[in-house]
């Protein structure tokens, strides 16, 4: 009998031993004897003993929660350390990957009593700036540009935060692959950064970052939700009100309906109000095209020396 | 929805169901189920905390005259006012 050949992972600041490969993210050579979590490929029951809640795909029991997704498998997410994976029939294991690295590890993390948005993450002046908002808004985008402005990138789409000492919470950087519009590619020109596809379904790209930076406990100064600029608008922030910020990260948690699902709605709302007392939310609004890239980053370099973060000197321009 | 009729016999008691968490001056609440949110002023979040048991509007009133050295009347306008607005975001219910 052959062993299995398996992948050990920093994720979130985890290790993870994988029976399967997960696109994108950072491989770890720090050994994995005892890892964080386990991912393995085993048998998946379609129901669960003694299920409490249950919905379209999903049923729990308190301690795991089980996915059953057509024509891709079942996967079993078991008190915040194993996830167990059953492939369908003729699914593809790529796509059984990204979903393990996405919709599972969210689970998992939410078992572990973490919040995590659906957000990318740079760091300025080893403080975490965190770009939020749904599929599409350019998360990936503004961290890629970002990173040719010099910033290093920590979080790629998902952005997992912890307690800290103080009643802080801060950033578990993890530097995965950027994933990347065939066209972003092109455009800003990281054609030797550019992986492999995403998925056989999408023109996206794993895009290899400029600069990154792993980071257990990165303090986290600033959210920006991203929002769609006006034609003939410039680039502009509003801060918004504590109200207003809490409903924001809320909405912008990676996967909303495993909030509701796992009904982890109070620790969202008490990680929330606590990560709001040493950061900002702002909504900022920036162009979809690279033709104001220069005011984008004027923009935000005047924002973060208001806010005390000392901007290096050897930052990059852009062109 | 009848108008509410506010007097000083009047029972307040917080709704059941809602999370809050200080930030700054403001008290941002949220109702986990209905998936509601609210913001209460330094004023407002005093009440909130003072009604973490059932009081009449009377009981209140006096105690939140002693605390800002206002009049009960004082008192008595700017807490009705308060409770009209609440009482659309369900914070509250009353017993006449």
């Excluded at chain 1, 057509?70 to 003729?90: A, T």
């Excluded at chain 1, 402005?149 to 790629?156: D, I, K, S, T, V």
């Excluded at chain 2, 004082?74 to 009353?94: C, G, I, P």
Aim: charged share 25%.
């Amino acid at each position: 009998m052959t062993d299995l050949q398996k992948w050990t992972y920093r994720i979130s600041g985890l290790v993870v031993s994988s029976e399967i490969l997960l696109p994108g993210a950072s491989q770890w050579d720090g050994g994995s004897s005892h890892p964080d979590i386990i991912v393995r490929r085993a048998p998946v029951e379609p129901k669960l003993f003694q299920a409490v809640r249950k919905g379209p795909a999903w049923e729990t029991n308190g301690e795991q929660f089980l996915l059953n997704i057509e024509s891709l498998g079942k996967f079993l997410m078991r008190s915040g350390g194993e996830i167990l994976f059953d492939p369908d029939g003729n699914s593809d294991l790529g796509d059984i990957g990204l979903f393990v690295l996405g919709t599972c590890f969210t689970v998992l993390l939410q078992q572990r009593g973490y919040l995590i948005l659906h957000a990318s993450a740079v760091s300025v002046n080893s403080h975490a700036v965190l770009f939020c908002g749904p599929s599409g808004a350019g998360k990936s985008t503004m961290a890629a540009l970002l990173g040719m402005r010099g910033y290093p990138l920590l979080n790629e789409d998902v952005c997992m935060l912890s307690p800290m000492d103080g009643g802080k919470y801060s950033l578990r950087s993890d530097s995965r692959m950027l994933k990347l519009w065939s066209e972003t590619v092109a455009e800003l020109d990281l054609n030797q950064n550019a992986r492999t596809l995403v998925s056989e379904k999408h023109q996206k790209f794993f895009v290899e970052p400029l600069r990154s930076e792993i980071a257990d406990k990165q303090s986290i100064k600033a959210i920006y939700v991203l929002s769609d600029l006006e034609k003939g608008n410039k680039p502009s922030l509003e801060h918004l009100n504590p109200l207003e910020s809490a409903v924001e990260l809320k909405r912008n948690a990676y996967r909303p309906t495993l909030v509701e699902a796992m009904e982890v709605h109070e620790d969202y709302f008490r990680i929330s109000i606590g990560l709001l007392q040493h950061a900002s939310v702002y909504r900022l609004y920036r162009p979809k095209d690279f033709g104001q890239t220069e005011a984008l980053f004027a923009l935000m370099e005047e924002h973060w020396k208001n806010l005390g973060l000392q901007i290096s000197d050897r930052i990059e321009t852009f062109s | 929805m009848k108008p509410l009729r506010l007097h000083e016999d009047i029972v307040i008691t917080r709704e059941d169901g809602w999370l809050a968490g200080r930030v700054g001056d403001d008290l941002v609440m949220m109702h986990a189920k209905s998936n509601q949110f609210a913001n209460l002023s330094a004023t407002g979040s005093r009440i909130w905390e003072l009604l973490e048991v059932p009081r009449t509007l009377k009981d209140l009133c006096e105690a939140l005259s002693c605390e800002y050295d206002i009049t009960a009347e004082e008192a008595m306008a700017d807490v009705t006012k308060f409770l009209r607005t609440a009482e659309s975001h369900n914070l509250f219910h009353f017993e006449q």
